[in-house]
T-cell receptor, first 108, second 115 residues
Framework: GQNIDQPTEMTATEGAIVQINCTYQTSGFNGLFWYQQHAGEAPTFLSYNVLDGLEEKGRFSSFLSRSKGYSYLLLKELQMKDSASYLCAVRSDYKLSFGAGTTVTVRA | DTEVTQTPKHLVMGMTNKKSLKCEQHMGHRAMYWYKQKAKKPPELMFVYSYEKLSINESVPSRFSPECPNSSLLNLHLHALQPEDSALYLC??????????????FGNGTRLTVT
């Protein structure tokens, strides 16, 4: 099994930057994924990391350190529509397991 | 818009009913998944089909019965459910279960209420 930890809630101001940390313990690591989920909707794929380092996709970036079992998702130039839950998910033995999610609230 | 389509969007059923959830994708993906999500909880894996064969069953009770008629369709048959089975049921697909680089694409889910 795996243990995936991320903060429960974060609040930030419109236009600011927020970093969501995720730590994990797992065997058979295949990759780490980040998903965004608005209330009552399906998770939407944002980014993934298989190797160590930073992956940048527009306003979203994700970082991975496999030796530390650590990842973060960086959201830049926050917009009101970014208010959502952000799920860290670890693929291990070809199964994708999710963390509990971080609820990000963007304030004007 | 999602490329994974789930029907129905909402379902209310009694504990003695038999119902089915349906999922369809036309992206040519060969792996399909059922997840269950309770309110304010992360999605939990239930079943994985790879190339139309059941490859993972996460010890799901037999009152949930998956079926994969072809590479585009995935069903979840429900029978004699309990109120605690009420949840959002999410279908997902990916290019290939064995390739870690491919993300899962989720449908919008079926919100199930068992009365």
């Amino acid at each position: 099994g795996q243990n995936i930890d991320q903060p429960t809630e974060m609040t930030a101001t419109e236009g600011a930057i927020v970093q969501i940390n995720c730590t994990y313990q797992t065997s058979g690591f295949n990759g780490l994924f980040w998903y965004q989920q608005h209330a009552g909707e399906a998770p939407t794929f944002l980014s993934y990391n298989v190797l160590d380092g930073l992956e940048e996709k527009g306003r979203f970036s994700s970082f991975l350190s496999r030796s530390k079992g650590y990842s973060y998702l960086l959201l830049k130039e926050l917009q009101m529509k970014d208010s959502a839950s952000y799920l860290c998910a670890v693929r291990s033995d070809y199964k994708l397991s999710f963390g509990a999610g971080t609820t990000v609230t963007v304030r004007a | 818009d999602t490329e994974v389509t789930q029907t129905p969007k909402h379902l209310v059923m009694g504990m003695t009913n038999k119902k089915s959830l349906k999922c369809e994708q036309h992206m040519g993906h060969r792996a399909m998944y059922w997840y269950k999500q309770k309110a304010k909880k992360p999605p939990e894996l239930m079943f994985v089909y790879s190339y139309e064969k059941l490859s993972i069953n996460e010890s799901v009770p037999s009152r949930f019965s998956p079926e994969c008629p072809n590479s585009s369709l995935l069903n979840l048959h429900l029978h004699a459910l309990q109120p605690e089975d009420s949840a959002l049921y999410l279908c997902a697909s990916s290019q290939d279960q064995g390739r870690s680089l491919t993300p899962l694409h989720f449908g919008n889910g079926t919100r199930l209420t068992v009365t």
